[in-house]
């Protein structure tokens, strides 16, 4: 074998090592050739640069194991046949640990893949909401239909909506496909605000959002809300610091008519 440079911290540790060889060489995972993988694995180690006991230890420890293994497979075989049966191959646990750890550098590698593939897209922001706060914002006749309450205390609200939502989520169903309604319109939201101030003229904020809603409905609702407040159909409160926000029926509007 050629005399190469190691850096062992470029590996993740023994086994890490241990399955470079493994696939650098293409042997069967389920029949390793013990003496030569061992010696290529020492060979490794006393090639390597900076050898510190601290980094190196688990690199030994393994060295140690390839070489008991090897020690096993060199001593005579029991001919009684009932002894053979029960003979254990020394490789087995080894085997067990390799076939482990190559199933999780599977996972690994497949997360670093989606990683790389999400570090390259762009998320778009939402113009819609921004268009709604910089009109409410620059709308100056506007002020009076916010009483005690700012739009980035609206912004912090809508927040915790989608935060306590995403506490909600099952993890693990929700990895599961199911048909579901997705689509939902700024109008029809602002049709659904419009009925429930029918019904009762004053409103806590939360309360608009319905329960179990998904983010993107959430949202939706959010920008319908803004929507109202930009037509002044609606009147926001907060009579006390971190209170609830409430939205209140603009008697003064046609709120009414759907």
């Known amino acids: 074998m050629e005399k190469i440079t190691v850096h062992l911290d470029a590996f993740e540790g023994p086994l890490d090592l241990l399955y470079h060889l493994i696939e650098k060489n293409e042997i069967d995972i389920y029949d390793i050739p013990i003496s030569s993988l061992a010696q290529q694995y020492i060979e490794y180690i006393e090639n390597a640069e900076n050898k510190n006991m601290e980094s190196m230890s688990e690199f030994l420890i ?4 390839l070489l008991e293994i090897k020690s096993k497979m060199l001593l005579p075989s029991k001919k009684d046949e009932k002894a053979l049966e029960e003979e254990v191959d020394p490789r087995e646990e080894l085997v067990k640990k390799l076939v482990e750890y190559k199933k999780f550098k599977n996972i690994t590698e497949d997360f670093k893949k989606y990683e790389q593939e999400a570090s390259q897209v ?3 922001k939402n113009e819609e909401m921004e268009k709604l706060f910089e009109d409410i914002e620059t709308d100056e006749s506007l002020e009076d239909f916010l009483s005690g309450v700012t739009l ?4 912090k609200a809508f927040q915790e909506v989608i935060k306590r939502q995403d506490t909600k989520v099952d993890k693990v169903r929700s990895s599961f496909k199911s048909v579901e309604r997705d689509l939902y319109t700024i109008d029809e939201k602002i ?3 419009k009925d429930m101030l029918f019904i009762t003229p004053k409103i806590v904020f939360k309360s608009i959002f319905r329960q179990g809603a998904r983010k993107l409905e959430i949202v939706v609702t959010f920008l319908a809300l803004l929507e109202l407040i930009k037509m002044k159909e609606v009147l926001i409160s ?21």
């Open 122 to 124: 762009l998320y778009k």
């Open 62 to 65: 393994m060295a140690s194991t």
């Open 152 to 155: 980035n205390d609206i912004f």
């Open 238 to 258: 907060q009579h006390q610091p971190f209170g609830d926000i409430i939205i209140t029926k603009n008697n003064g509007s046609d709120l009414n008519e759907t």
């Open 191 to 193: 049709n659904y605000i």
